[in-house]
């Protein structure tokens, strides 16, 4: 399919490679690893071997401490009902308000059945206050959570150090990392981190398969019981041919490590410097000094984001936004609105993400098209004059709110 | 992505009458920025005739919202103001071939603009009369601010009350659980627990006062009060038997096999529910699928 596709933190193409080392297992290698005859032993060596590939790019101490799961979000949930099983005493909880969902809403139905969660805030770049993070590491605190880089900005939280302070204090600290892992170095056996979550289609692996890291000697309660799949610590059949799929995802992205965080970054660089310098009234979000090497985050004020994403698709190009009109929600992305992004500019963000497959002449046509799209829609709004922002736009419409 | 007909995105991508309207006499502000949409409304009326000449819009909003703003301006202008005010937000979604439940609050946006705009003419001062919350029903577009003030005001006590005072959860029934958290609150207010457990059997115990023939011309009625809807979407609808609480009818034309068969049908089970006053069950016969099968050899 022709097009432009810049939503990576969204989903990620699976590799071709990947793809081919999968398809054997569907058809020729199709046993269970659990059974005795070849037909099993064959898989499960393939499974071994994906193990290790993961251990290798998470720079985990031991392959036993990989467990493969079902998506980021089963990790996540694992993690954090795990650590309040092992610890029923400890009713509290610390994560941040720009968590993914997958950490926010269960934090917020854990409330309801009565554990308290601390929401750490953050600036108006993203950033956490450690001091009133470290505050809040008491004995009554059964788990930390906190995302190592945001979904929507791609800034990076110090979670080695955040981990280091949880350790000191006697409390498991768990990461999801479902955007950071293949686009950051990672090296787990030098940290303090407990718990981390991976979601495999992130990183050019196909979707339905994700991997909990569990630091061997954590206190642990699965989520699912049942047969003695993952050591007896996830039951259920393994998705193998996914599982296989993602060792080499993983691999590759070792390789590509350096590709990512240079010529991925540049590209990045080039596409957001491109934008701003031809686009009026607006500004990259985030800490932009500090985040992913492929995430751009633009807020285009006085237009809404789903106006400019259908005009984008309708150019083919595909990128994401935090508007509410994209989720069908009211509320615009709750990061923009945690980092004080002013309404009209909250719903106007586009999130531009990029992979080692985005190429310059991608780039380019991008930085071509952007400016006419937002041109276009400002000239509907009624926030926008002739030239600029209508003077004073909240004198020149004061709208009657619903 | 949203499922947008291609009459929005027709006019999305080429809004008719936008920008500012120079001389409007009558001009409407309405937005609620929180939820990303703003529109202002402006008018030229004849002040001889109080016909709408020309019509005009800008608007901070999605692709519903802008598509919703152009359709407006077209469907009235050359209107008489008492005309104009008597567009609902239906019309205006109609006139799009339909918008997602998600988006059917752009429509309302537009016919809010309009209502301000001539209270604007006409030197009054309107008010917004509603509040917006969150969506909670997807099949029929209800959102939690409804169902609050609805369950608030009649007393109402479990998920079953609520879909017979506001259809919100009769259609795929998914969203249950945030409707009793809403019960669980409301109910709180008034001192009382919510109990999941209280079925509330009533209606179904209640037996019918009619006798079967009345019971089925009543059952005919109102499949004919629908019938204008669906032939509008070039569809029918007939009725094959009634048989105790389950009624089974025969899809005809593009309603047959439609994509949105399941929740025509939820809204047709809805009506009757709520004009019989009783629980009925409205499943397509399958002598009538056997027909269409035949029908396409």
């Known amino acids: 399919m022709d097009g432009i596709y810049f939503d990576n933190n969204a989903t990620t193409r699976v590799d071709d490679a990947v793809v081919a080392a999968m398809l054997p297992f569907f058809t020729e290698q199709f046993g269970n690893p659990s059974s005795m005859h070849s037909f099993g032993n064959k898989v499960g060596l393939a499974l071994k071997k994906a193990r290790m590939q993961v251990q290798e790019l998470l720079g985990a101490e031991h392959d036993s401490e990989i467990i493969f799961t079902s998506c980021g979000t089963e990790s996540d949930s694992t993690a954090i009902l795990s650590a309040l099983k092992a610890n029923p005493e400890r009713k509290e909880i610390i994560t941040t308000t720009i968590e993914h969902p997958a950490v926010l809403a269960l934090c917020e139905h854990l409330e309801k059945e009565g554990y308290k969660v601390h929401y750490l805030k953050v600036d108006n770049k993203g950033r956490l206050d450690l001091d009133e993070y470290a505050k809040l590491l008491t004995p009554q605190v059964a788990v930390v959570s906190v995302m190592w880089a945001n979904n929507e900005t791609g800034t990076l939280f110090p979670v080695e150090r955040m981990a280091e302070m949880a350790h000191a204090a006697g409390i498991p600290f768990h990461t999801d990392a479902v955007q950071a892992v293949g686009k950051v170095p990672i090296d787990l056996k030098n940290s303090k981190i407990d718990m981390l979550s991976l979601s495999g289609h992130k990183l050019h692996a196909p979707k339905g398969v994700g991997v909990l890291y569990l630091r061997r000697g954590v206190r642990f309660r699965p989520l699912l019981r049942g047969g003695h799949q993952e050591r007896g610590r996830r039951a259920g059949t393994e998705n193998a041919t996914s599982i296989i799929g993602l060792g080499l995802a993983c691999e590759q992205a070792m390789q590509h490590m350096e590709y990512e965080n240079t010529e991925v970054k540049r590209l990045r660089d080039k596409l957001e410097a491109g934008i701003l310098a031809q686009v009026p009234r607006a500004f990259a979000t985030g800490d932009v000094g500090n985040r992913l090497p492929n995430t751009s985050n633009i807020a285009f004020e006085f237009i809404e984001g789903e106006a400019i994403l259908l005009l984008l698709n309708k150019f083919g190009i595909a990128a994401s936004s935090g508007s509410a009109c994209t989720s069908g929600s009211l509320e615009p992305s709750h990061v923009m609105r945690a980092m004080g992004i002013p309404y009209t500019a909250a719903h106007g963000t586009i999130r531009f993400s990029l992979s080692r497959y985005s190429t310059e002449a991608e780039v380019d046509r991008v930085i071509q098209v952007v400016p006419e799209i937002v041109a276009q829609l400002r000239k509907l709004s009624p926030y926008w004059g002739e030239t600029g922002p209508a003077e004073e736009p909240d004198k020149a419409f004061a709208p009657v709110y619903a | ?297």
């Open chain 2, 1 to 297: 992505m949203w499922d947008y007909s291609d009459k929005v995105k027709e006019h999305f991508f080429s809004p008719r009458n936008s920008g500012v309207l120079e001389g409007a006499n009558a001009v409407g502000d309405v937005g609620s920025i929180n939820c990303g949409d703003a529109l202002r409304l402006m008018l030229k009326v004849d002040s001889e005739t109080e016909s709408i000449q020309d019509a005009r819009f800008q608007t901070f909003g999605c692709g519903s919202a802008i598509a919703s703003s152009s359709a407006l301006t077209e469907i009235i202008k050359g209107m008489s103001l008492d005309e104009a005010l008597k567009v609902s937000n239906q019309d205006i979604a109609d006139y799009l071939d339909g918008l997602p439940p998600e988006k059917m609050h752009c429509s309302v946006m537009g016919r809010e603009a309009l209502q301000a705009a001539v209270a604007n003419y006409r030197g009054e001062e309107w008010k917004d009369d509603h509040e917006e919350g969150a969506l909670v029903c997807k099949c029929f577009a209800i959102d939690a601010i409804l169902i609050e003030e609805t369950v608030r005001a009649n007393n109402l006590s479990s998920v079953e009350d609520v879909i017979n005072y506001t259809k919100a959860g009769g259609g795929c029934s998914s969203c249950h659980e945030n409707i009793e958290e809403i019960l669980t609150k409301v109910m709180a207010e008034r001192g009382e627990t919510f109990n999941p457990h209280a079925v509330v059997l009533k209606e179904e115990e209640k037996p019918s006062k009619m006798t079967n023939l009345q019971r089925i011309k009543r059952i005919e009625t109102i499949l004919e009060s629908i019938r204008p809807q669906l032939q509008r979407d070039h569809g029918d609808i007939e009725l094959v038997d009634v048989d105790g609480k389950t009624i089974y009818v025969n899809m005809i034309g593009a309603c047959s096999g439609c994509q949105m068969e399941a929740v025509t049908l939820q809204g047709i089970q809805a009506k009757l529910i709520e004009d019989l006053g009783e629980f009925v069950k409205v499943v397509p016969s399958s002598a009538g699928s056997y027909a269409r099968a035949a029908c396409h050899v």
